[in-house]
């Protein structure tokens, strides 16, 4: 039965482990044309997969599999149209999957010590999986890349759903105007000086990890003595990257301030294109003083809205210091299960904070400025409007027409990427070893195997 908000597309985002030495007597799990997937190839994703924290299931081999089948299809005919990408994509994604292997793994030195190897060399034995998966990814786009739905198509598909039609909650959208206050030069004096006296207390010989693990407020590397292991240009705050760049193994920057605060950093170790310091941070908190200064700048705000002065949204533009907001008039976004980005808010995944300000609120109401916390700690004042609100229903196409068109959107793409593995399995050489007969993902992939060696 198909339902319009449940559109499961074929994902190539595949868990990439480091590769092993292959020995000779490794088992072939699967031939797929001329590629072959080795056992040793899903036992490493595997071993990736509980690494990062997930329970015990060996099934999940025959996702990996499937996953694996799937890519090696999709990079043979790459190669026959060829579809290729840059090795400049390639380099900016394997840093970005080091990036999250590192997270995952709580800090550098604690990935090196559970893959057995350094950074630089598990960089280097993943490009070739993290090229094939690129290309393979760029492969599905060429497919996909004509597909589109006409009107006739949507309304088509909406009819399709039948008793199926989902019921939509209450929908708000809501724009907000973020406002955090900002210290003056004397006010922020203090938290310099204070920066300034570690580093000091530091380079007369004082320990950098003790006073870190001490006095640093950054929760994130204060614990490990403000190591924050290896890093590149594109991860840290662009104050912070010219000084770590800048500086020798065993320098002491000054200290200098970026959108968190007051840092001072020490290189550890340069590995070509990345750093590996520690640091300290100081957060200079808001002031009463500071608070009032906001509080009357919101409030004037509040006043040109409310009098038809200025427009919510150039309000927004010019003041919020919401940069996920300023640049869309305002508007707070929403992340569905259909379309990528909306501005239509399910009142029961909007922010409780925010659902009990414009709970009561009229369609075009305006909120005095009121004080809040954000998620990061930062307190501030904020503005909230209620652009529309849309009861609950049943889906329609006159109401809903933008999600219905991206599921119809979704569901066209995967019936033609369906038909198109579907031809090239019935082409194509597949062998899949009996061990994995079972697996429920792969009978498709085993029925056109028996079909080829019934004939």
């Not at 970026?258 to 808001?286: C, D, S």
């Not at 229903?393 to 019936?415: C, F, G, M, S």
């Not at 090239?424 to 992939?445: G, M, V």
């Amino acid at each position: 039965m198909k339902r319009i908000l449940v559109a499961v597309p074929f994902v190539l985002c595949l868990a990439i482990s480091a590769k092993a030495q292959k020995k000779a007597i490794d088992k072939v799990a699967a031939i797929v044309g001329n590629n072959i997937i080795l056992a040793s190839d899903l036992d490493q994703q595997y071993t990736q997969y509980l690494a990062q924290g997930n329970p015990a299931n060996p099934e999940v081999k025959c996702y990996f599999l499937q996953q694996l089948l799937t890519q090696k299809l999709l990079k043979q005919q790459a190669e026959i149209d060829s579809v290729m990408v840059d090795e400049g994509q390639i380099d900016d994604e394997v840093d970005r999957r080091m990036r999250y292997s590192i997270r995952r793994a709580g800090g550098q030195e604690r990935l090196e010590q559970m893959l057995n190897r350094s950074v630089l060399q598990y960089k280097d034995e993943i490009r070739p999986d993290v090229k094939e998966a690129l290309i393979s990814n760029k492969m599905q786009g060429q497919i996909t890349k004509d597909v589109n739905v006409t009107p006739l198509e949507v309304k088509k598909y909406f009819q399709s759903l039948g008793d199926s039609v989902p019921q939509f909650n209450t929908e708000v959208e809501v724009g907000e105007i973020v406002l955090y206050p900002k210290l003056t030069k004397e006010e922020k004096q203090k938290y310099y000086d204070k920066a300034e006296a570690m580093r000091l207390r530091i380079k007369s010989g004082e320990d950098f990890a003790f006073l870190a693990k001490t006095y640093s407020e950054d929760p994130g590397s204060a614990a490990d003595g403000g190591d924050l292991g290896f890093f590149d240009r594109s991860t840290m705050a662009k104050e912070f990257t010219a000084w770590a760049f800048k500086l020798k193994a065993g320098d002491i920057s000054p200290v200098f301030e970026t959108q968190y605060g007051y840092h001072f950093l020490q290189v550890i170790e340069r590995r070509g294109e990345q750093v590996h310091a520690r640091h300290i941070l100081v957060i200079p908190k808001n002031t009463p003083e500071s608070m009032q200064r906001l509080k009357l700048h919101a409030d004037s705000i509040y006043q040109n809205i409310k009098t038809d002065k200025i427009p919510f949204s150039t309000a927004a533009s010019l003041y919020s210091n919401n940069d996920e907001t300023k640049y869309t008039g305002g508007m707070i976004l929403h992340s569905d299960e259909v379309s990528s980005r909306t501005t239509f808010i399910p009142v029961d995944k909007l922010d409780p904070n925010v659902f009990v300000v414009i709970d009561t609120m009229k369609v075009g109401g305006l909120s005095r400025p009121t004080e809040f916390t954000g998620q990061d700690g930062k307190t501030g004042y904020r503005i909230l409007t209620l652009k529309s609100k849309i009861p609950p229903h049943k889906a329609n196409l006159e109401q809903d027409y933008p999600k219905i068109r991206e599921a119809a959107q979704t569901d066209k793409v995967n019936r033609t990427l369906s038909e198109w593995f579907e031809k090239r399995r019935e082409s194509t050489y597949i062998k899949i070893d009996p061990e994995f007969a079972t697996c429920e993902q792969l009978k498709i992939w085993a029925k056109n195997q028996d079909q080829k060696e019934s004939k």
